[in-house]
Every structure is written in structure tokens, then in C-alpha cells.
């Protein structure tokens, strides 16, 4: 039996909910397989994140990892490409942690790349209707480096990645973009299936890149 691991995170500076701990919640609850679905919605603290991501894997090897977290201010959905090996906190984790430019993993690559279809992903979100776009940076926050753990502890067969959910809509401060939060459980859905569907290693022959 196939297994995907889905995550995503608690509410963090102010914030009351999280779109994406809220997402993952919401597919939990109306997902109908085949693929079993392990779901957990993880603290926004660097150790804790990256320590219970690490035992999800280990407990279910999962043949697909999807992280989610938000991105407060993006327009739509972000499927994220690559993860850097580095932690340099804008703000403080809910633990009142802030490290300063300080590696994810001690002795690791300075990056990784998802390795998730992510413009097929993108490609097949968008076809709905619901704003989606490949991003090239993750951050250097909590987000990105439970997405630089998860390519770190995945093996050879298992595809990893991240994707970033804007608000939902309610929760999004004045004048800043949101997406109803059943579009954002709908594009989660999106991703697993594509993934699911493609073949290990190939992606959609389509523009992806950025001019800056």
C-alpha cells in the first residue's frame, strides 16, 4: 500500500489558525485513497518540526512526503523547488527560538531540490482555476527547513516536498490576497494525486523559471 505523509503547521506570530495545519486537517477528513494518508500538524519551532517530521518518516515510511506552511502575503498556491541549508529566523520560532544564519544540518549539501513533479503539480492546480505558481525560495524560516529535513530523511524511492498556502479567506490582514480554504484542501489533493500519477523523476515539460 502506498503511503503519503502530509503536514502542516500550527498558528505562529499572532496568528490565530494556520490555513495549512487547517488544510491538511480538512483532506484528513474526506480523503478516500487508495493511498493511505498519514497527517500531522506540526509545532512552528525549528527543533520540534524537524525532530517530528523525522519520526512520522521513520514510523510510516511514507512513498510520498508533502510539507505545507504558510506564506502569508503570496497571491496563490507556491510549490516550492528547492530547499537551502539554512536557518536565519526574521522572527523568533514559537519556542522563542531565533537562530541566525546556522545550517538546517550540520555537514549537509547546501541545497536540495524537491523531488516532487512540482510543475506538474503547478500545471495541474492552475487547470482548475486556483492561482498557483513554481516558487524558487522557501524561506530561510521554519518552512523551509522542515523542507530541507524531509529531502534530508527521505530514501532513494520516496518523493519529498513543500508547498507555502497563502491565507484562507477570513484570516488575511487588510488589503492582503487569500484563497477560500477549500481551494487550498482542493490544490493539497491536487499535488498528492499528480505526484501519485507521475513517474519517479518526471516532471511536465513546461516554463517554470522566474526572470527574477
Not at 32 to 43: H, Q, R
Not at 125 to 135: D, E, F, L, N, R
Not at 139 to 149: D, E, K, R
Amino acid at each position: 500500500m502506498t503511503t503519503v505523509l502530509l503536514t502542516g503547521f500550527e498558528p505562529f506570530a499572532g496568528d490565530a489558525v494556520n490555513p495549512s495545519g487547517q488544510a491538511v486537517e480538512a483532506l484528513a477528513a474526506q480523503w478516500a485513497g487508495p493511498a493511505t494518508l498519514v497527517t500531522e500538524v506540526l509545532p512552528v519551532t525549528f527543533a520540534g518540526a524537524a525532530a517530528r517530521l523525522r519520526e512520522l518518516i521513520a514510523a510510516h515510511s511514507p512513498d510520498v512526503i508533502l510539507a505545507t506552511g504558510l506564506a502569508g502575503g503570496r497571491p496563490g498556491i507556491a510549490v516550492e523547488r528547492v530547499a537551502i541549508n539554512l536557518a536565519d529566523a526574521r522572527i523568533a520560532d514559537n519556542s522563542g527560538h531565533q537562530p541566525l544564519d546556522e545550517p538546517c544540518v550540520d555537514g549537509a549539501a547546501t541545497a536540495h531540490f524537491a523531488t516532487l513533479p512540482v510543475k506538474a503539480i503547478q500545471r495541474d492546480i492552475a487547470a482548475t482555476g486556483i492561482p498557483a505558481v513554481v516558487s524558487h525560495t522557501a524561506g530561510t524560516f521554519v518552512c523551509n527547513h522542515v523542507f530541507f529535513h524531509a529531502l534530508e530523511a527521505a530514501d532513494a524511492s520516496t518523493r519529498a516536498g513543500f508547498i507555502h498556502v497563502p491565507w484562507a479567506s477570513g484570516q488575511a490582514p487588510a488589503g492582503q490576497p487569500d484563497l477560500p480554504l477549500s481551494d487550498i484542501v482542493t490544490a493539497l489533493e491536487i499535488a498528492i494525486r499528480t505526484t501519485l500519477d507521475a513517474v519517479p523523476g518526471a516532471d511536465a515539460p513546461t516554463v517554470g523559471g522566474t526572470l527574477h
